[in-house]
């Protein structure tokens, strides 16, 4: 069925397939230039159109030097709901960010979040089922809630209401475990963003991160359960930034895609010729965090590096936990199959440290018909 195989670095060959040969389908990152005026279109250009459920969104430079927090608004809770990726506050109602999701895009309001006069902004776009979503009853350890999937990618929208039992299951709907999942309240005051990664420590279950500050892998049974997801499931405790009684949730889900999207993790070497990570695929968007503490969470993509659009090393990194804006440096190759580090930095490559990482496809390494990817 395919003819390329890929020789880690390690000796194991791993053939290169994918079930998702466009992921502009399903992800898709657009860039704007704000000009205040309400109304205007934001269209992809991707290879597919894509109505995007998931939207988050950056300023990247702004005219007046002013930092900007990030926002992201789904087709679950609706247009005029938004919830910041690096604060603790409870979700905004604003009609001022979008006006609609598009068939091929999204449509901005005036709001300087999203179109500041000469603000330079991203959107980093997820389609999950275009806003129908499967109502969850509570029943058991179950709670009430909602989901929206798209399983051919991996990713789903929930929702929930929470109980503060000593344990509590929420329903997904991936139809696979998630390898990755953040969760906010959205009610409540004060709510850090807690994350689940696979690969966060030997016992993921057992641990969390927070997507909104810099503090280092905490082991703590009132968030996980220390119970692993299931493909139904994911269970979570008392702590009241994922189950406080009668306050609503959201949680953000994704399952690994082969070709698609990757959640894995690399030690770092010190070394600015540094680690290599496989991942089948070639990046489109990167997030990664060295899970010690003090550290950030660092995103690059494919569509802010105008300068470098053909070629490497990756310029421009934003902050999920920080409303600073997009910072310049030369850490990261984009690669056909994969990134490589090129910093020494404790960020990106600390000795001995181990970083967790999270990426999407520009392009499968080989797609289903056996075409490969050509490198920046």
């Given amino acids: 069925l395919l003819c390329s195989m890929y020789q880690e670095p390690s000796g194991v060959r791993i053939m290169a397939y994918t079930t998702i040969d466009d992921p502009s389908a399903h992800f898709q990152i657009a860039t704007w230039t704000g000009n205040g005026s309400s109304g205007t279109a934001v269209t992809n250009d991707g290879n597919s159109n894509l109505q995007p459920d998931l939207l ?36 905004e109602t604003n009609s001022g960010y979008l006006n609609s999701f598009d068939s091929d895009g999204f449509t901005l309001g005036n709001d300087g979040n999203s179109n500041g006069s000469g603000d330079l902004v991203v959107g980093w776009q997820w389609k999950a089922n275009g ?17 929206q999937a798209n399983t051919t990618a991996g990713f789903s929208i929930v929702t929930y209401t929470g109980e503060d039992d000593t344990v509590n299951t929420v329903t997904h709907g991936l139809g696979a475990v998630p ?25 993921p279950e057992t641990d969390y991160l927070m997507l909104n500050d810099t503090r280092a892998t905490t082991d703590d049974v009132n968030y996980w359960y220390d119970t692993a997801p299931t493909s139904s499931v994911f269970s979570i405790s008392t702590a009241n930034d994922v189950n406080a009684n009668t306050e609503t949730y959201v949680a953000y889900c994704w399952a690994e895609i082969q070709g698609y999207s990757k959640f894995g993790s690399y030690t770092g070497n010190a070394n600015a010729d540094g680690p290599f990570v496989y991942l089948g695929f070639k990046p489109a968007w990167l997030m990664i965090r060295n899970t010690i503490d003090g550290e950030d969470w660092l995103i690059w993509d494919i569509k802010r590096d105008k300068a470098r659009a053909f070629g490497n090393p990756m310029s421009g990194r934003l902050k999920a936990n920080d409303a600073i804006q997009e910072v310049a440096g030369n850490d990261i190759d984009f690669l056909s199959n994969g990134f490589k580090i090129r910093t020494d930095s404790t960020y990106a490559n600390g000795n001995g440290n181990n970083i967790i990482y999270m990426a999407f496809a520009e392009h499968p390494f080989v797609s289903s018909k056996g075409v490969p990817t050509t490198a920046r």
């Fill in 131 to 147: 806003g129908s979503t499967t109502s969850v009853s509570a029943s058991g350890t179950v709670l009430a809630g909602t989901h």
């Fill in 56 to 91: 988050w969104g950056k300023i990247r430079t702004d005219d007046a030097d002013q930092n900007r927090n990030h926002w992201l608004i789904d087709s679950t809770r609706g247009l005029n709901k938004a919830l910041g990726a690096n604060t603790t506050s409870s979700e």
């Fill in 179 to 203: 390898a990755w999942f953040i969760v906010k309240g959205r009610s409540g005051s004060g709510r850090h963003w807690r994350v689940y990664h696979h690969k966060n420590t030997s016992a």
